[in-house]
């Protein structure tokens, strides 16, 4: 199963949502989370291995750190311009099942840097222009409401009932027990003390039954859509803004309402992230007394 793949172009250094694999991808098996969740300088050096080895058909050394360790992970490639400048986004995918980082950071970094949909592939010359980010997810909990967050310190997973369905008041679907409440205040609720789940593989599904008669066409049941915890707070959005952007990037195009607001099921996570430059991962090298790339 693949999640919504859907993109919200939007303008901005790094505001480009990023895009998901299957949460079971075939090569790389789930685990538990293990380990404290600490992002690693060596983690984007290993990813610049990753891709460098990628571009030059050879095999990349092995990873720097633990690499039993397992979470969540997106990994996010910007590329200086030639000109100056802020950096800009040139590829970010990742996974909300937990993987070990060995073989979810090496996959990542591939798929990020030469398989992201909305741009060609990296290539070997604007490598010495790349930055690299390495997010890893922990804390991931229903929220009480889709205002039930924080600016800045969460990123929000949303999903929905499918609005084409026109099912009557979402009477066929089932929560799990959330709730969602709002009086349009962006500070009405405040982030409180939840069951924490080590992915969003483990958080309790959205189900929606929908009969053949209430979905003639086999569309699907749920639309979904995910935004780091820095998105936001890059664009300028309120939570209301990120909510309705994350309903537009999951495929929505009509008028997103306050009761679809109140009806979706909102999930919040943490990012613990770290960010390298390839000048700052040719002077790691250096200092292991390996060649520059």
Known sequence: MFLQRSSLRTAGVLAA?????????????????????????????????????ALKHTSPPPPPFDGQQSFPL????????????APRLRGCIGNFGALRLA????????????????????????LPRLEC???????????????????????????????ALNLENGDSATTNGTTTTSDHNDNASTPGSKTKYR?????????????????????ATTLHATFLPEVAPEQGWSKTDAVDAAMRKAGFR?????????????SRYQSHK????????????????????
């Open 254 to 266: 009509g008028t997103v309402t306050d009761a679809m607001r109140r009806k979706a099921r909102v």
């Open 199 to 219: 992915s969003l593989t483990e958080l309790p599904k959205l189900r929606v039954r929908a009969s053949r008669a209430e979905n003639p066409r086999g569309l």
């Open 133 to 163: 980010g390495v997010s890893l997810l922990t804390d991931f909990e229903l929220c009480s409401d889709y205002l039930d967050w924080e600016l800045g310190v969460h990123g929000i997973y949303v999903e929905f009932v499918n609005p």
């Open 274 to 293: 770290v960010k390298r430059s390839y000048d700052e991962w040719q002077a790691w090298r250096a200092g292991q007394g390996l060649a520059h790339s």
């Open 74 to 85: 997106f990994v996010t490639w910007n590329i200086r311009p030639r000109n100056g400048g």
């Open 17 to 53: 949502p990023p895009l998901l694999r299957p949460l079971h991808p075939p090569s790389l098996g789930l685990v538990q989370m293990t380990g404290s969740a600490v992002a690693l300088p060596e983690h984007a050096y290993f990813c610049f291995e990753v891709i460098d080895a």
């Open 103 to 126: 073989d979810g950071l090496a996959e990542y970094a591939k798929t990020s840097a030469f398989q992201d949909s909305r741009f060609d592939p990296i290539t070997a010359k604007e």
